[in-house]
């Protein structure tokens, strides 16, 4: 049940006739879409388009993704659809090199980004709660975008990095009140009192991230709340104590996109609410930095070599150079290579690249990195085509028998990678890890 001090602070901000048609939204069944990823283009055909976004469509109901292989192939996110808003947002600031999603478990905005940004532009996902990194590190893998630096960061700890970064995604953590139709957690957890320390830590998070963003570079500020402190004020504080300029972000009107609810405010802001667009709530603000910034140079060198041996042959690519980190060789393009360098040295990175193997004793066991890399040439490892039971039992970590050649064979399901298994005849031993299993205990239908 919703807290009064919420419904109260509605009716305030939308009039009592609005507030009563938000009220039955908000009591209807939340609305599902996905987002499609271009190396899986058969991955999810049937939808509805999302107005405002190039890859995202609606479903008519909500399937049990755990049981589709073709989800944890990464052949499509499950994102609410008013954040992908952020791909008209990102139309607006011109083509960034250097990109960093602050705040981005578990990765809809960050896989999001990664398929919109030009294939030369490196992205940043960050991450500052060790948890919530590791499910975003898993997300960015199963995406396969070569052109991503997983971090688990707080935000002060980019203070070395002054006046790098062209484009900077804030998704701050917010009251949540955009979820309430999801989450019962949000409804539970929301007070007067909660509001007000989000608001304090989101302003925190900017002004803590804004040395790091270039002059003329632009951030994308949202959340996915409903009031004013957290939304419209923050974005004053931010243009009145940091020098921003909003941008405004063209829209079509059938869209039905709010604007400012602040009394006395009405900059370009952009709001979408339950009883006027189809998704959840979410809030969001372009801004351009006008103050200056010392920039970091960053020597056009890095320690890195071309790949050697066998492992030239699995990526589709001839500019990639290896660099090893913690006992994992990766793949990065050489193009990226000195900033990658120089962000781990100053990050705690979780990935980068293509991870290509980990060495495991003596041995070099290809990393599931690679298998869902949207650079893997196909023929480079022997292939087996599993079952739906057979890809099930793979994701769930069990053993699987299949016939192909003995040693390291990729497997698939619909032509979509899914992973590795080591063959030694009898069975296949598993490599998909094992921290990513299905633990769910239904069953498809068609097993």
Same mark, same amino acid.
């Given at each position: ?32 879409? @996905? ?22 469509? $609606? ?34 600031? &011109? ?48 995406? &396969?975008?070569?052109?991503?630096? @997983? ?196 990050? $705690?990175?979780?990935?980068?690249? @293509?991870?290509? $193997?980990e060495n495991k004793g003596r041995k070099s066991v290809p990393h599931h990195s690679l298998a869902m890399s949207r650079l893997l040439v196909k023929d480079a490892y022997p292939t087996a085509r ?22 390291? @064979? ?38």
């Amino acid at each position: 049940m919703r807290a009064l001090e919420f419904d109260e602070q509605m009716r305030t901000l939308l009039g009592d006739a609005e507030w009563q048609q938000m009220q039955v939204a908000l009591d209807k069944p939340p609305v599902v879409s @996905v987002r499609a990823n271009a190396k899986c283009p058969n991955a999810h055909t049937q939808g509805t388009p999302v107005p405002w976004s190039s890859l995202g469509y $609606y479903l008519d109901e909500r399937p049990e993704f755990t049981l589709d292989p073709r989800f944890h192939a990464g052949g499509y996110y499950v994102q609410e659809a008013s954040s992908m808003f952020v791909e008209q947002a990102l139309r607006q600031c &011109g083509n960034p090199k250097l990109v960093l999603d602050l705040c981005a478990a578990p990765g809809g905005k960050s896989t999001l980004l990664r398929s919109l940004l030009a294939d030369e532009a490196l992205l940043v996902c960050n991450e500052p709660v060790k948890a919530r990194a590791n499910v975003l590190r898993e997300n960015i893998i199963k995406w &396969g975008h070569e052109g991503c630096f @997983v971090s688990c960061n707080f935000p002060r700890d980019f203070s070395q990095l002054k006046g790098m970064f062209d484009l900077v995604l804030v998704d701050a953590p917010c009251s949540g009140e955009g979820m309430f139709r999801k989450e019962q957690n949000a409804i539970d957890m929301w007070s007067p009192a909660n509001v007000e320390d989000c608001s304090v830590r989101q302003r925190d998070i900017v002004e803590a991230i804004w040395p790091a963003l270039k002059e003329g570079g632009y951030l994308i500020y949202s959340t996915c709340t409903y009031n004013t402190l957290e939304d419209e004020e923050n974005v004053c504080y931010f243009c009145d104590s940091l020098g921003a300029e909003l941008v405004e972000i063209p829209v079509a009107a059938d869209w039905n996109i709010s604007g400012s609810l602040l009394r006395g405010f009405n900059g370009p802001v952009y709001r979408f609410i339950p009883h006027k667009t189809r998704g959840e709530g979410f809030f969001l603000a372009l801004m351009r930095k006008t103050s200056s910034e010392p920039l970091v140079r960053v020597k056009d060198k890095a320690t890195a070599a071309s790949i050697a041996g066998e492992w030239c042959g699995c990526l589709d690519a001839a500019d990639m150079i290896s660099i090893e980190h913690d006992h994992t060789m990766y793949a990065v393009h050489a193009a990226h290579a000195p900033l990658v360098s120089r962000l781990a040295k100053t990050l $705690y990175p979780l990935h980068f690249g @293509v991870a290509l $193997y980990e060495n495991k004793g003596r041995k070099s066991v290809p990393h599931h990195s690679l298998a869902m890399s949207r650079l893997l040439v196909k023929d480079a490892y022997p292939t087996a085509r599993l079952s739906l039971s057979d890809a099930l039992s793979y994701l769930r970590h069990e053993a699987i028998v299949i016939d192909a050649p003995r040693g390291y @064979v990729l497997v698939t399901y619909e032509g979509m990678p899914l992973g590795f298994v080591n063959n030694i005849g009898n069975r296949a031993n598993n490599l998909y890890p094992s921290e990513w299993r299905i633990r769910s205990t239904k069953r498809h239908p068609l097993e």
